[in-house]
Structure formats: C-alpha cells, structure tokens
C-alpha cells in the first residue's frame, strides 16, 4: 500500500485489508510513521514515541475488529503499563504507570496498534493545546490557529493523516471541540459507557468520558462497541445498547424533533460564522425530514459555568497535591495551574458540594427539553478555532499573577473570600469560546461535534448534537445520515494529499 491509498482509507478499511492480506501490519505502521514525519514538523501532535512498543505489537499474533490499523492515545488518563501518563506536566514525568487502563487495554485486544501518545495542555486544563513541556499543538488547516484541547494532539494527529483516528477524553469538550477545529467527527459517550478503571472510579466526577476522534463515523461506531462496557469496582453499571453500534448506526434514524440554538448560554458573543454553521445544519436536517424548530434547554448558564469551574478547581488541586506527594515541585507546574491549584485549595468542601448538587438541576433541565425534542443542536465553538495565545493573560497580568502566587497572597485572598467575584470572570474568560459542550458533561449525556461547516477563511467549524442518556445510538444514526448526505471524509488539508 502506498500513502495516497492509506489516506483514502477510514481504520474499519484499513483492517479489512489486512485481514485479506493486501497489506500488513508492518506496512501501516510504516506508513504512519512516515506520514508523522512529514506533519510532525507543522502540527506537534505527538507528544512520545512508542514505535518500539508498537514494534513489539508486531511481534506477536494480532486479532480483533481493527487488528493492525496504527493507532494514538492521548497522554492523560489512558494509562500504558511501564510508561508515564504526563498529563503534559513535567511533575508527572517520573511516575509509570503500573498496568494498562482498561480502555487502553480494550484497543489493544481490538487489535490496534499503538506507537504513540499525542500533546494537550498541562493537566488536560484547556480548549487549545499549548503545554510548556511539549510546545504547543498547531491546527493542520492552519498552523496559526489551535486545533483545540484537551485532546488537540490527537485530532492534528487524524486531520493530517498519521492515524484515521486517535484516542481522546471529554471532560468539559476536549473531544467535541478539538473535531470541530479540525474538520472531524468526535462523539463524547454517556457516563458510564466506558470504564475510567482502574486507576478511576470516574474522572471529574462522572464529568469526563473516553472515546475517539476520526474522519468517518463508522470509525467511531465501531470503536465505541470496542471500549464500551464496565469492569469490576467501576461506581456504577449503565444499560447495554440493544445492538451493537457498527450495525445500528446503519439504520435510517426515522423523523426526529431537533430544537436548535446559537445563543451562548453564558451570555458571550457567537461569531457569525457559528451562527451561520447552526442555521446551515438546520437547513440540511429540515431538508432530510426532521421537524427543526429553535429552542434552548431551560437550563441557567451561568450557574452551570460557575459549577463547572468549581470541580475543574478542586481536580485541579488534587492532581497538584498527588503530584506533590509523589515528589513534584510545585515549580513543576505552570503558572495557571498553579493558580487554579491555590483558588481550589481554598474553596471549603460545603461550596464544592453545593456546586455539585446543581448537577441535578442541570440534568432535569436538560431532560425537561429532551421530553419534547429528540436533540438539541448548538455551534461546538462559539469562534472560528482561534490564534495561539488569543484570550491568554497579558504579560502583566501573568506578572501580578506569578508575584501573587510566590509570595503567598492568592490562597489568602481565596480564603478570605475576596476571590469570589473573579469566579464568574474566569467562567466568562475561560469559557468564551466554548460555551457550549459543558453541558453534555455534567448531565452525563452523549454529545457528538460533526464536520459540516468550513469558514470563509478555510477553517472547520462544527456544529453539536446532545442527545437524551444513552442514546448514543442515535447520535451515530443521525451522524451517519449527515455523512452521506455532506460528505466530508477526502476533506483534507492540501498539504496533507501532496503525498
């Protein structure tokens, strides 16, 4: 096989030649390789080599759906044993992990073969992925722009070829927002779909979830049927679907009742571009049958963006106090997550639960709305995928911010209470560019970013589907029907065909 037919091929096809021995393992893997040399350069998406780990995958027999297809997981939560999970902070460089994660483990006994890890931002904190350790990850379409976070190295990683798909995690977007600045499909499962075990009961509290990124959804149906399933000690078990998703993400979804919004929940500004992405996709859906009609979920934004700060805080001074104990420095951190750290030391554990109770309200909200509509429909970003640094603290203020923290004042303040107020700023902040996808994390609900709008400039933009808990299925059908209806698998960036 040569490169221009590799590229032409999603994993399911890949394997498929496999099996029929009109290529190998071996072949892929070069191929991927040589396709990383040629984008690594331009997009830093990987962040270590496995190659001699995946050398070894070779030595052995391989089986399972996607056995020898080349594969990517992203350096955070997705333990491989004997190596670190760096979370791309240099405190986290020194610690192996002692066994596989089970999802790791589940895409290995599929068959895959992984010879790699892929960049993100320090602990996994951001919608753009620009770690001090590993340097920041640039966009294939754009190499001035971000392709995202937290899982940003994984979609570079697919949307310039080195891997049709690649591991991701979803704690607050980082699947869903990274695909839609790259020109991909990324589907973030329902809690529980998919075991954090063993080294997590649930990250962020049930917040987060596994899946992947990739340019075909059959790819990602087939994955999910790979990774789904609980494991001993995991906190809870969700239904099994009917049917595995590979066929049932072949049937026609029937006529659905979609209500759709581009309003920021938060209150910010949406480009025109994302609205014009949303209006766009309701188009298409009215002319494929559905009933489409604008409506948003009863929900309060901003107090669903201020509790999601609130446990983004407190994991954040966990990970830091671990890390610590294990023998980090605190120097090992960077700035923002040093500051992040202190804030969620000093909020006291009655705030934190309190925080955590309006989940319920989130999540009733959200079904109220689901009661009379099969899904809502959103931009994933409320911005174009923005240039490096855009919306980062000035230089002065990274000054205030580094006095601050080194002489101790930032924990008293947080203490004393008189940080409060800069809550709801660090929310509006923070969250500016992508209000959107938090809340699918905390009410638990399955969530997918598909590729269906480019900007005048050239750059992806995608738009959200939610869906009601468990219906995962749905979202692939819906998906899938988007697919053949706007095709966007062979849209590539030009360099990355030049073969």
Avoid at 140 to 148: A, I, L, V
Avoid at 423 to 443: E, G, H, K, W, Y
Wanted: hydrophobic share 40%.
């Amino acid at each position: 096989m040569i490169l221009t037919e590799y590229l032409k091929r999603d994993a399911v096809a890949l394997a498929e030649c496999v099996a029929r021995r009109e290529t190998t393992a071996e072949e892929l893997l070069n191929l991927a390789l040589r396709q990383s040399e040629r984008a690594q350069p331009k997009t830093n998406a990987i962040c270590r080599s496995m190659e001699n780990e995946a050398r070894s995958q070779l030595g052995k027999p391989l089986s399972g759906r996607f056995a020898g297809v080349p594969f990517l997981i992203k350096d955070c939560a997705q333990d491989y044993a004997g190596l670190p999970t760096s979370y791309a902070s240099r405190s986290m460089l020194a610690i192996a992990a002692p066994e596989h994660a089970h999802v790791v483990r589940r895409y290995l006994e599929a068959g895959l073969v992984i010879f790699g890890k892929t960049n993100l931002p320090e602990l996994a904190l951001k919608g753009v992925s620009d770690s001090k350790l590993f340097g920041r990850a640039c966009n294939p379409w754009n190499p001035d722009h971000t392709p995202g976070g937290s899982s940003g190295g994984s979609a570079a990683a697919v949307a310039s070829g080195i891997v049709p798909m690649a591991a991701g995690n979803d704690g607050g977007g980082s699947i869903r927002i990274p695909a839609a600045c790259c020109g991909l499909f990324g589907l973030r499962p329902s809690r529980g779909r998919i075991s954090a075990g063993p080294g997590f009961g649930e990250y962020w509290y049930g917040a987060s979830s596994e899946g992947v990124i990739s340019r075909s959804v059959r790819d990602t149906a087939v994955a999910l049927d790979v990774a789904s399933g609980g494991e001993p000690g995991d906190p809870f078990a969700i239904a099994k679907p009917a049917d595995v998703y590979a066929q049932t993400m072949e049937r026609d979804p029937g006529r659905l009742r979609i209500g759709f919004t581009s309003a920021s929940p938060i209150g910010t500004e949406v480009h025109p571009e994302a609205v014009a992405a949303v209006n766009e996709a309701a188009k298409l859906l009215g002319s494929l049958g559905h009933e489409v009609e604008e409506a948003a979920p009863d929900v309060d934004g901003a107090a669903l963006a201020r509790a999601f700060l609130h446990i983004y805080f407190g994991q954040v001074s966990a990970m830091v106090a671990q890390a610590r104990a294990l023998g980090a420095k605190r120097s090992d951190f960077e700035l923002l997550t040093r500051v992040l750290a202190t804030i969620g030391g000093a909020i006291s554990a009655g705030t934190l639960t309190t925080e955590l109770l309006k989940w319920n309200e989130f999540a009733r909200g959200l079904a109220r709305f689901h009661n009379r509509y099969d899904m809502l429909l959103t931009p994933t970003l409320a911005h174009p995928p923005i240039r490096h640094g855009q919306g980062d603290p000035t230089a002065a203020e990274q000054t205030v911010l580094n006095l601050l923290d080194r002489a101790g004042l930032l924990g008293l303040l947080a203490r004393l209470g008189l940080l409060d107020g800069a809550v709801d700023n660090i929310a509006r902040d923070s969250l500016q560019f992508v209000p959107f996808t938090q809340l699918a994390n905390l009410t638990g609900t399955p969530a997918m970013s598909v590729p269906l709008h480019w900007t005048a400039d050239g750059l992806p933009l995608g738009v959200q589907f939610v869906a009601r808990f468990g219906e995962e299925d749905r979202l692939l059908q819906l998906a899938r029907q988007l697919e053949q209806a706007r095709p966007w698998f062979d849209r590539l960036p030009a360099w990355v065909t030049q073969a």
